[in-house]
């Protein structure tokens, strides 16, 4: 990953996810509420709801070592582990994040079956072939290479292993082409979140065709978790989270200020949420 890059996401992450934390708890991604977008609950429930669909959706099968490319803190990695009494290894880019989830792990009499590190999803320092279950839960937006990221899942994969991954996307092109508003909005999105760029569902698939997974499927739940932004939104008006933006500063409230933006491409079209499976 480029150093520039890197570093702005490793500082991000350092910044805010002790806030995330404290007003959302420990999963750093979407909430599912249900198929038409209509189901309203426990915000953090939608988000174990999330993992628990995509288990499903995915038809995952007991893995036994898993891998979770970009594991915020510890959310997935450690729900992953305990649910399949698996060993499970969590990397990410934020020192802050590593160490967090280290010690979740400990609280949760986890360690060392769950272990993390820091480490770059584009040259992930395993050894080929080593797990049953790549899983990665919104983190392929922030890959500045996506065939590379997607190269670096298969090459540690093991015969059979599957590879899940859900992501941000924007909307296939194939018909017309982005208008200068869209690539606009994206450009602002980018900005905010460190993203060096999205791609259409249809692109990743025909990457991850062209490195010969099996099996694939993939699959657009945009309406099912488009609700997670305007939920975002509510709890950050609570006291907790403006008190703390407000030491933060800086970024953090960039990031905030720039859940409408999102809020404003999903209700576009522009944004979407994509599914990927398939199997070595």
């Not at 969590?90 to 079956?113: C, D, F, H, N, V």
């Not at 933006?245 to 933006?261: F, K, N, P, V």
Request: with cysteine.
């Amino acid at each position: 990953m480029t150093t520039a890059l890197s570093e702005q996401i490793r500082r991000f992450y350092d910044t805010t996810s002790g806030l995330w934390e404290a007003v959302w708890g420990e999963h750093m991604h979407h909430g599912y509420y249900g198929r038409s977008g209509l189901c309203r609950g426990d915000r953090r429930q939608a988000q174990i709801d999330l993992i628990e669909e995509l288990l499903y959706w995915g038809n995952v099968q007991n893995p036994q070592n898993i891998l979770d490319v970009g594991c915020g803190i510890g959310g997935s990695t450690l729900y992953l582990a305990q649910k399949y009494q698996a060993k499970a290894t969590g990397i990410t880019l934020s020192p802050i994040q590593a160490g967090r989830a280290k010690e979740r792990a400990r609280e949760a009499g986890l360690a060392p079956q769950a272990q993390f590190q820091v480490a770059d999803a584009l040259a992930m320092p395993f050894a080929d072939q080593s797990f049953d279950l790549v899983w990665s839960l919104e983190s392929g937006e922030h890959m500045p290479d996506k065939e590379q990221f997607l190269r670096e899942c298969y090459r540690v994969l093991k015969p059979g292993g599957k590879f899940l991954m859900a992501t941000w996307c924007h909307r296939p092109t194939d018909r017309f082409p982005l208008t200068a508003q869209e690539r606009g909005l994206l450009a602002e999105i980018y900005r905010v979140y460190h993203l060096p760029y999205v791609l259409a569902l249809p692109d990743y698939w025909q990457m991850a065709q062209d490195l010969g997974l099996k099996n694939l499927r993939c699959e657009d739940w945009s309406t099912a978790v488009a609700p997670f932004w305007d939920v975002v939104i509510d709890s950050a008006l609570a006291w907790q989270a403006v008190t703390g933006l407000m030491q933060l500063g800086g970024e953090a409230i960039s990031a905030a200020l720039g859940l409408r933006l999102m809020v404003q491409g999903y209700d576009q079209g522009l944004i979407r949420f994509g599914l990927i499976c398939g199997q070595r």
